[in-house]
Nanobody, 125 residues
Framework: QVQLVESGGGLVQAGGSLRLSCAAS????????MGWFRQAPGKGHEFVAT????????YYTDSVKGRFTISRDNAKNTVYLQMNSLKPEDTAVYRC??????????????????WGQGTEVTVSS
C-alpha cells in the first residue's frame, strides 16, 4: 500500500520559515516527478512546486519563486519544501504528490497518481 505522509506544518508569523517533509512508502518514486500543491480555504488546488527524478530540474508557481525551495532525497524516498519569507497568502493545506511521468504532467493536479493527506500551514500577519 502506497502512503505519502507530510509533516512540518504549523502556525508561523509573516516573514518566518517552515520546512515541510513528505515521506513515501510502499513503492519507490525515484523514477517520477514529485511535487507540492496547496489548497487555501474556499479555493481549489494550486500547483506550488515540482522536482524532476534526480532533482536537477525544479519548477515553481510565480508567487513562491525566490522564497520556496523544493528538494528530494531518493535514498529516503522523501521530498521537502523549504518555505522562507512566508506571507499570510501562503496559508493553506499543503499536499505532496508523486508519480507524475512528464514535466507537463508534473504541474497538473491530474498528473499525479499518489497524494498525501496534507499538512496545514497558517501564516499570521
Amino acid at each position: 500500500q502506497v502512503q505519502l505522509v507530510e509533516s512540518g506544518g504549523g502556525l508561523v508569523q509573516a516573514g518566518g520559515s517552515l520546512r515541510l517533509s513528505c515521506a513515501a512508502s510502499g513503492r519507490t518514486f525515484s523514477g517520477y516527478f514529485m511535487g507540492w500543491f496547496r489548497q487555501a480555504p474556499g479555493k481549489g488546488h494550486e500547483f506550488v512546486a515540482t522536482i524532476s527524478r534526480t532533482g536537477g530540474r525544479t519548477y515553481y508557481t510565480d508567487s513562491v519563486k525566490g522564497r520556496f525551495t523544493i528538494s528530494r532525497d531518493n535514498a529516503k524516498n522523501t521530498v521537502y519544501l523549504q518555505m522562507n519569507s512566508l506571507k499570510p497568502e501562503d496559508t493553506a493545506v499543503y499536499r505532496c504528490s508523486a508519480g507524475a511521468d512528464t514535466e507537463y504532467n508534473s504541474r497538473r493536479f491530474a498528473g499525479y497518481a499518489y497524494w498525501g493527506q496534507g499538512t496545514e500551514v497558517t501564516v499570521s500577519s
